[in-house]
Structure formats: structure tokens, C-alpha cells
Antibody, heavy 125, light 110 residues
Framework: EVQIVESGGDLVRPGGSLRLSCAAS????????MNWFRRAPGKGLEWVAY????????YYADSVKGRFTVSRDNAKNSMFLQMKSLRAEDTAFYYC??????????????????WGLGTLVTVSS | QSVLTQPPSASGTPGQRVTISCSGI????????VNWFQHLPGTAPKLLIF???QRPSGVPARFSGSKSGTSASLAINGLQSEDEADYFC???????????FGGGTKLTVL
């Protein structure tokens, strides 16, 4: 059964840094693009970062660009999110999700088909 | 301000049909396929619909999706108390190189 497990969340002071990890199992990790998302208290789901299967393509939300860095280690079936210059508004549950491509007879598109339970990042003094 | 627009809340009684809308513009929903997710805080978001109207295995048939032009909808037939959750639409926007979401709809089962 596909499993995705995030870890590394913690309480950190504004301006601090934190590194999140995402461990994947029961699928061929190198074949899939991966994403980070977050959900702040009282807010909706927000995309944070995308990394292609071979790390050739990497994209970030404007809200984290220049502060967060996504990476992956395909040999260890893992993805990471290095966060620096953290702000109070970065407080959220952070989720890792697998992106798959599906096709019907007339359309192809991406689907975020497996997610982890999330890890909580709290930025507060 | 979310790129996609959803009503903030919806409600229904057990057994009813509820629909949740998601509207965008030509460059997002108009050109890409829609995902729908169910999420309860503290749990993993769950994919309900992909490719506008396809259900992953394990998702009950009473969940269905549709898309027309720049709008999409999620319908839940035979509403159950366990359906009380937040629902989000999302697409991969090729022009932004980003996943964009609706603001979410909180569904209450009365």
C-alpha cells in the first residue's frame, strides 16, 4: 500500500529555519513528480512547491520563493523542504503529495492521488 | 484571494443531493482538468475526483464531478453525516507552473 509520511515539523522562532522530510514507500518514487502543500489554521489548502521526477523542473509559490528550497533523493525515496527566514504566516500543517498523470480517451491530466498526514510547523516567538 | 472561486459553505440533510461549484477562467479551468479533494483538519487530504469526472477506486459512486467551460462542480448524492468536511477544487495551471486551489467549501450535514 502506498505510504507517504512527513516529518520534521516543530516550533520555531520568526526568522528561523527548519527542514521537512517526506518519506515514500510502496511505489517507484523516481517515476513521480512530487509536491508540498500546506494548510494554515482557518485557511484553505495552498500549494508550496513542485519537484519533477528527476529534479529538472522545480517551481515555488510566490509566497515562499527565495526562502524555501525543495529537493529529493530518489535513492532514498525521499523529498525535502528546507525552509528559512520563517514568518508567522508560514504556520501550517505541511503535506507531501504524489502527482500522477492519468488519461481517458479524450483527456490527460495530473492528479494528486496520495497524500501524507502532514507535519505541523509553528512559527512563533 | 484564491485563483479558483468556491462558495465558502454548503449544507444539506442526510439523503439529500448537494453540489459545490468551482469557477475559474479560460487559462486555468478552461484548459486543464479538475481535481476535487475532501479534507478534515488533522487528516490526509483525499482525492475524490480527477480528470474532471473520474473517481479513484474506493471513492463511493455518490461523489461525481463535471466541468463545463470555465466552471466545475462536485455533486454528492445521498448525503451522509460522514461527508461533513472541507472540499477543495484544484488544477495544475500551465501558465503559472503552479497548482491553484479554490478557497474551499465547508460542508455541514444538518
Amino acid at each position: 500500500e502506498v505510504q507517504i509520511v512527513e516529518s520534521g515539523g516543530d516550533l520555531v522562532r520568526p526568522g528561523g529555519s527548519l527542514r521537512l522530510s517526506c518519506a515514500a514507500s510502496a511505489f517507484t518514487f523516481i517515476n513521480y513528480n512530487m509536491n508540498w502543500f500546506r494548510r494554515a489554521p482557518g485557511k484553505g489548502l495552498e500549494w508550496v512547491a513542485y519537484i519533477g521526477s528527476a529534479s529538472a523542473a522545480i517551481y515555488y509559490a510566490d509566497s515562499v520563493k527565495g526562502r524555501f528550497t525543495v529537493s529529493r533523493d530518489n535513492a532514498k525515496n525521499s523529498m525535502f523542504l528546507q525552509m528559512k527566514s520563517l514568518r508567522a504566516e508560514d504556520t501550517a500543517f505541511y503535506y507531501c503529495a504524489r502527482e500522477n498523470t492519468y488519461c481517458t480517451s479524450d483527456v490527460c491530466g495530473g492528479a494528486l492521488d496520495y497524500w501524507g498526514l502532514g507535519t505541523l510547523v509553528t512559527v512563533s516567538s | 484571494q484564491s485563483v479558483l472561486t468556491q462558495p465558502p459553505s454548503a449544507s444539506g440533510t442526510p439523503g439529500q443531493r448537494v453540489t459545490i461549484s468551482c469557477s475559474g477562467i479560460t487559462s486555468n479551468i478552461g484548459g486543464d482538468s479538475v481535481n476535487w479533494f475532501q479534507h478534515l483538519p488533522g487528516t490526509a487530504p483525499k482525492l475524490l475526483i480527477f480528470l474532471n469526472n473520474q473517481r479513484p477506486s474506493g471513492v463511493p459512486a455518490r461523489f461525481s464531478g463535471s466541468k463545463s467551460g470555465t466552471s466545475a462542480s462536485l455533486a454528492i448524492n445521498g448525503l451522509q453525516s460522514e461527508d461533513e468536511a472541507d472540499y477543495f477544487c484544484a488544477i495544475w495551471d500551465d501558465s503559472l507552473n503552479a497548482w491553484v486551489f479554490g478557497g474551499g467549501t465547508k460542508l455541514t450535514v444538518l
